[in-house]
C-alpha cells in the first residue's frame, strides 16, 4: 500500500464513526428518546418560565473537544442550559407570545426527512417530495380560496415568506430602481415588522411608506386608504401596494379584507395580506366569517408552526399568479443544466431564494396523514371559545377590563387600580407573573397605554390553563399591591 492509500485508510477509519452501526445507533437513540418520552410526560408540570441567566453563555464555549463525549452529560448539559431556562415554549401555559406547537408527529416528519436526506429544491431530485409539498401548497390553497395552480412555497417562517411575496410583487408590477423614491406602499402600525424589514431587504428601502390611520378596534380604515391612494396619484406618486393583516400580532386585529381588497382592484395595487398567525383560522365557523374576503388577495401568507401547531420552523407563501413568482425566483447555473424542468411541476427552488432547503413538507404531511384535519379543527375552534372563555372570567375579577375585544385568539386586558398609574402597575404585574412562572404572559402598548396580552393557540392550552393563568393574574395582584403597600397581608 503506497503512502497516499494509508493516508487515506487512516483518515477513512476515523471518518467512519460518522457512520454508526445499528447498535451505535441504539445507544444514541435510547437516552435520547426517553428523554424526550420524560419531557413530554410532564411538559405542562414544567415552569412556563424559568428567568434569564446572561451568564449562560460561558457554558457553550466556541471550542469543541476531539473526541466523543457520553450521551448522558450531552443530554444534562441540554437539559439544564437549553430546555430549563427562559420560556418553556412546549407548554400549553405559553400564553404571551404567538406560540409555536410541536406536536409529537412533525417531530417523526423531521427525524424522517433528516434520515432520508431527499432534496427537494427541484422535481428532478425528488419528484415525489416535491410532489407531496405542491399538494400542500394545494390544500392550503383550497382553505384560502386561491386556484389551485397558485404559486407557492414552504419557508422557513412568515419573515422569509413575507419577503417571497414583497419580491413578487416588486418584480410583477416592474418597480424600476429610478422610480422607487415615487413608489408608494401602504400598510398599518400594526403590521408585522417583518414587513418592512422584508421592503428593506428587496431593495424597496427609499419607497414611500404610507400608514393608514387606525380605528378603536386597531384596524386599517379602509376610506383612509382609498382617500390617501387618490392623493397620492393626484401628486403624481405610483401607489404600488397594499399590505393588510389577517390577525396582527399585536393584538389580533383582523383589517378590513373584502374593502382593502376592493380598493386594490379599483386602483390596480398588488394587494398582500400577512396571514401568519390568523390565516388558519379558516378552518373555523367564526374565522371564515371574519377572514371573508381574503381570497381577494395576489398574495398571502400562513404559518401552519402557528395555526397548525407544528414546531418552529414552516411558514407558507402562496401568489395566485405562479407565472410572476416563478419569474421574480426562477435561476439558471451551468452546474445544473443536467436538471430535467416539467413546465407542469413548480420547484420550490425557482419560488424562492432558497436553492438548499430541508424537507419541510413532511413535518406537517405526516401529521395530517396520521391524525386527518379533524383534530386540528377542533383544536382552532376550543382556542377561540377558551379566549371566549377568558374575557368573560377576567371580567369577573375586580378592577380587570378588557382592552380589545378580541377578534380570533388573542385578548388584550389590564388591571385598573384605585390609586396610582395604571401603566406601572401592569408592567410590574406582568413581571409578578413572570416571577411566578406557572404560565407566561406578555404585554404590549397601545397608543401609550400599557396592555397585557394573552395569546392562546397551543393545541396544550386546555381549560384549566386559562383557569390557572387567571389565577396567576390575582396572585400577581395581590404581589404588586402589597409590595405598593396598598393592601394588607389579611386583606390578601
Not at 226 to 235: F, M, P, T, V
Request: aromatic content about 8%; hydrophobic content about 40%; some cysteine.
Amino acid at each position: 500500500m503506497g503512502d497516499l492509500e494509508k493516508k487515506i485508510s487512516l483518515f477513512e477509519h476515523v471518518a467512519r464513526k460518522l457512520e454508526p452501526n445499528e447498535g451505535k445507533r441504539k445507544e444514541t437513540q435510547d437516552p435520547i428518546i426517553e428523554y424526550t418520552n420524560e419531557f413530554l410526560n410532564n411538559v405542562n408540570g414544567i415552569s412556563v418560565f424559568n428567568g434569564i441567566n446572561y451568564e449562560i453563555k460561558n457554558h457553550f464555549p466556541t471550542e469543541f473537544n476531539e473526541n466523543s463525549e457520553p450521551i448522558d452529560s450531552i443530554i444534562k448539559h441540554l437539559k439544564e442550559h437549553v430546555h430549563y431556562p427562559g420560556i418553556n415554549a412546549a407548554s400549553g401555559g405559553h400564553l404571551g407570545y404567538i406560540p409555536g406547537g410541536g406536536i409529537f408527529a412533525a417531530s417523526l416528519g423531521d427525524y424522517l426527512a433528516d434520515i432520508t436526506n431527499d432534496y427537494v429544491g427541484v422535481d428532478f431530485a425528488s419528484p415525489g417530495g416535491v410532489a407531496l409539498e405542491n399538494s400542500l401548497i394545494g390544500w392550503m390553497a383550497s382553505i384560502v380560496g386561491y386556484p389551485t395552480t397558485c404559486g407557492g412555497n414552504l419557508a422557513s417562517g412568515g419573515s422569509i415568506a413575507n419577503l417571497i411575496a414583497v419580491t413578487t410583487a416588486r418584480e410583477s408590477c416592474e418597480i424600476k430602481t429610478i422610480a422607487i423614491p415615487k413608489t408608494v406602499i401602504y400598510l398599518s402600525k400594526q403590521a408585522h415588522h417583518c414587513i418592512e424589514k422584508a421592503i428593506r431587504i428587496a431593495g424597496l428601502k427609499d419607497c414611500i411608506l404610507r400608514y393608514i390611520d387606525l380605528n378603536e378596534k386597531c384596524q386599517m380604515i379602509s376610506e383612509e386608504l382609498n382617500n390617501q391612494i387618490e392623493k397620492d396619484k393626484a401628486g403624481g406618486l405610483f401607489p404600488f401596494m397594499v399590505v393588510a393583516s389577517a390577525g396582527t400580532t399585536d393584538v389580533g386585529a383582523i383589517d378590513p379584507l373584502s374593502e382593502i381588497g376592493n380598493i386594490c382592484n379599483k386602483h390596480n395595487l398588488w394587494y398582500h395580506i400577512d396571514a401568519a398567525y390568523g390565516g388558519f383560522f379558516l378552518l373555523t365557523d367564526k374565522g371564515r366569517k371574519k377572514l371573508n374576503g381574503i381570497a381577494l388577495s395576489d398574495s398571502i401568507v400562513l404559518d401552519p408552526h402557528k395555526g397548525l401547531f407544528l414546531p418552529y420552523g414552516l411558514g407558507a407563501v402562496l401568489i395566485k399568479n405562479k407565472k410572476k413568482m416563478h419569474e421574480a425566483h426562477y435561476y439558471n447555473a451551468a452546474y445544473l443544466q443536467d436538471f430535467r424542468h416539467s413546465e407542469d411541476v413548480q420547484s420550490p427552488a425557482e419560488l424562492s431564494p432558497e436553492l438548499s432547503k430541508p424537507f419541510r413538507g413532511l413535518r406537517l404531511w405526516l401529521p395530517l396523514k396520521i391524525h386527518g384535519t379533524a383534530p386540528f379543527k377542533a383544536s382552532l375552534e376550543e382556542k377561540l371559545l377558551l379566549t371566549k372563555y377568558f374575557v368573560q372570567e377576567i371580567k369577573k375579577v375586580d378592577r380587570f377590563e378588557i382592552y380589545l375585544e378580541p377578534e380570533l385568539s388573542v385578548a388584550t386586558y389590564r388591571y385598573v387600580p384605585i390609586t396610582g398609574d395604571a401603566n406601572s402597575f401592569n408592567e410590574a404585574l406582568v413581571k409578578a407573573t413572570h416571577e411566578d412562572g406557572r404560565v407566561f404572559i406578555s404585554s404590549t402598548s397601545i397608543g401609550g397605554v400599557f396592555v397585557l396580552r394573552l395569546a392562546i393557540l397551543s393545541f396544550r392550552t386546555h381549560k384549566e390553563t386559562i383557569d390557572l393563568a387567571i389565577q396567576v393574574l390575582k396572585d400577581g395582584v395581590k404581589k404588586v399591591l402589597l409590595a405598593n403597600h396598598h393592601l394588607s397581608v389579611d386583606q390578601c
